[in-house]
């Protein structure tokens, strides 16, 4: 239950193009979904995240949105760059006992070709 | 302001070995968090130290301990080490509190087990 299913395992897209990350939970007591974003030899870094109070929110070229009902988030990546090539993992976060417990999705490599 | 930083970046290390890395949480941070990521994987979630007390950890054995100083500094152990252990550890720190509050990584430890 305590699972984030991430997909697609890779992402081949065209620069300019949209590229659409999907992930999906089960555990209604998640609360807050990051999106993080890791290049080659480097930490994750938070990206743009969501409450699920919210279907949608848009940062930049980023927008994540929020499907509470089937329990489905995803990320939209507008005018996709070749400097956006990287992994990227969905996250899902619950508060247990005071502290904030994050569960990550196995990644998504995305490649952007010019 | 620097952000979170680990030490040692690559180390190699024998099985059966023990190894200790150590992590300084962004400042003004007062939790620390570890995880291990296996390559292609996502992080997987080892422990978190707040007050200098472990306050939850995931499903890693008992050989994997850790500390945290006054300063909020930690340090992750692990004992007996196995060929499996091979992975990049990141320590993760945020503010205490519910979900929502930023959780930032540091670059991360780079561990082979030969």
């Known amino acids: 239950q305590q699972q984030v299913k991430q997909s697609p395992q890779s992402l081949i897209v065209q620069k300019g193009g949209i590229s659409i990350i999907n992930c999906a939970y089960e555990?209604?007591?998640?609360?807050?979904f990051p999106w993080y974003q890791q290049f080659p030899g480097k930490g994750p870094a938070l990206l743009i995240a969501?409450?699920?109070?919210?279907s949608e929110k848009k940062e930049g070229r980023f927008t994540i949105s929020f499907n509470k009902s089937a329990k489905q988030f995803s990320l939209h990546i507008m005018d996709s760059q070749p400097g956006d090539s990287a992994t990227y993992f969905c996250?899902?976060?619950?508060?247990?006992?005071?502290?904030?417990?994050?569960?990550f999705g196995t990644g998504t490599k995305l490649q952007v070709i010019p | 302001d620097a952000g979170v930083t680990q030490s040692p970046t690559h180390l190699i290390k024998t099985r059966g070995q023990q190894v200790t890395l150590r992590c300084s949480p962004k400042?003004?941070?007062?939790?620390v968090s570890w995880y291990q990521q296996a390559l292609g994987q996502g992080p997987q979630f080892i422990f978190q130290?707040?007050?200098?007390?472990?306050?939850q950890r995931g499903n890693f054995p008992d050989r994997f301990s850790g500390h945290q100083f006054p300063n909020y500094s930690s340090e992750l152990n692990v004992n007996a080490l196995l060929l499996g252990d091979s992975a990049l550890y990141l320590c993760?720190?945020?503010?205490?509190?519910?979900?929502?509050?930023?959780?930032?990584f540091g670059e991360g430890s780079w561990l082979t087990v030969v």
């Open positions: 993760a720190s945020s503010l205490s509190g519910g979900s929502g509050n930023t959780i930032y």
């Open positions: 555990n209604t007591a998640f609360d807050y």
């Open positions: 969501i409450r699920p109070d919210v």
């Open positions: 996250a899902a976060s619950t508060p247990v006992g005071g502290y904030q417990k994050v569960t």
């Open positions: 400042s003004g941070h007062d939790t």
């Open positions: 130290y707040y007050e200098e007390e472990e306050r």
